[in-house]
């Protein structure tokens, strides 16, 4: 430590050991006092593994964004992933862990199709879909979700195949 920049000194060992130049012995040495010779991943594995503890932990792995696990900030990692994968980015492995652990890559879909499955239990049980606007199913505002959906077609920003999925049920549009 005696002037002796301890962080920039590692990362020379790294660069090193990464171009094979390391003495084998100076690396025992390190790895003995556990140096992390991979750092991103390194970081990576620590974050799966907080993804894994909050989807036992809660049942789904869809963490909020701003959401902190172990002073991480595990949402804003989680949609890092989703980015990457988006670019075409993501190492497969990656994505495959995630998938395992059950992450969902669009989450807009994902809530428009619970919000849809509501809707089609809301309308086998009732025998309708005219779902009253403060109207609640375990928990989501169906009567929301279906006027939001009204305004969207209304202003044509309904998707034709969500619109055709709604028409089948018995959604009037008004």
């Not at 090193?16 to 390194?42: M, T």
Request: charge should be positive; charged fraction near 40%; include cysteine.
């Amino acid at each position: 430590e005696e002037g002796v920049n301890l962080g920039k000194w590692l990362d020379t060992q790294r660069i090193q050991k990464k171009k094979g130049r390391l003495d084998i012995s100076l690396e025992k040495h390190l790895e003995e006092v556990g140096v992390i010779w991979d750092l991103c991943k390194e970081k990576w594995k620590n974050s799966y593994r907080l993804l894994v503890k909050f989807q036992q932990r809660k049942g789904h792995a869809n963490v909020p964004d701003s959401h902190k696990e172990e002073g991480l900030n595990l949402g804003a990692w989680l949609k890092d992933q989703r980015d990457q994968k988006r670019k075409g980015k993501l190492n497969i492995r990656h994505k495959e862990r995630l998938e395992d652990v059950g992450v969902v890559w669009d989450v807009f879909k994902e809530k428009w199709e619970n919000n849809y499955r509501h809707l089609v239990t809301y309308q086998r049980r009732e025998g309708h879909a005219n779902v009253h606007q403060r109207h609640k199913e375990e928990g989501v505002n169906l009567g929301t979700w279906l006027m939001e959906q009204r305004k969207k077609k209304k202003t044509n920003k309904l998707d034709i195949s969500r619109e055709r999925l709604l028409t089948k049920i018995g959604i009037v549009w008004y």
